[in-house]
Nanobody, 122 residues
Framework: QVQLVESGGGLVQAGDSLRLSCTVS????????MGWFRQGPGKERELVAA????????YYGESVKDRFTISRDYAPNTVYLQMSSLKPEDTAVYYC???????????????WGQGTQVTVSS
């Protein structure tokens, strides 16, 4: 069983930075691709960023390229999303996800966290 617990969300102003963390329980974290989805009010859920199990392959959505950075640590089992130059349109619930089948399957991940709210005021 894999459990994902997000933290770090909150209310910030446009231009600020924020770091989300996702702590993962499970013995095979090191073999999972990890990622972050988000869903804003009235918007479809979108993949924001993802990283392969080794950390060598990384994906970013077009809307967050050059502003967000995904990274992972293996001790503790944590994946991070560093967000900078935040915009009001980044307001969303951010979900940590994991999939044991690799980065190519991250669009339909097996495991989801409960989400953390990020609100960016203008």
């Amino acid at each position: 069983q894999v459990q994902l617990v997000e933290s770090g969300g909150g209310l910030v102003q446009a231009g600020d930075s924020l770091r989300l963390s996702c702590t993962v329980s499970g013995r095979t974290f090191s073999t999972y691709a990890m990622g972050w989805f988000r869903q804003g009010p009235g918007k479809e859920r979108e993949l924001v960023a993802a990283v392969s199990w080794s950390g060598s392959n990384i994906y970013y959505g077009e809307s967050v390229k050059d502003r967000f950075t995904i990274s992972r640590d293996y001790a503790p089992n944590t994946v991070y999303l560093q967000m900078s130059s935040l915009k009001p349109e980044d307001t969303a619930v951010y979900y940590c996800v994991a999939d044991e089948n690799g980065l190519g399957y991250i669009m339909s991940p097996t495991y989801w966290g409960q989400g953390t709210q990020v609100t960016v005021s203008s």
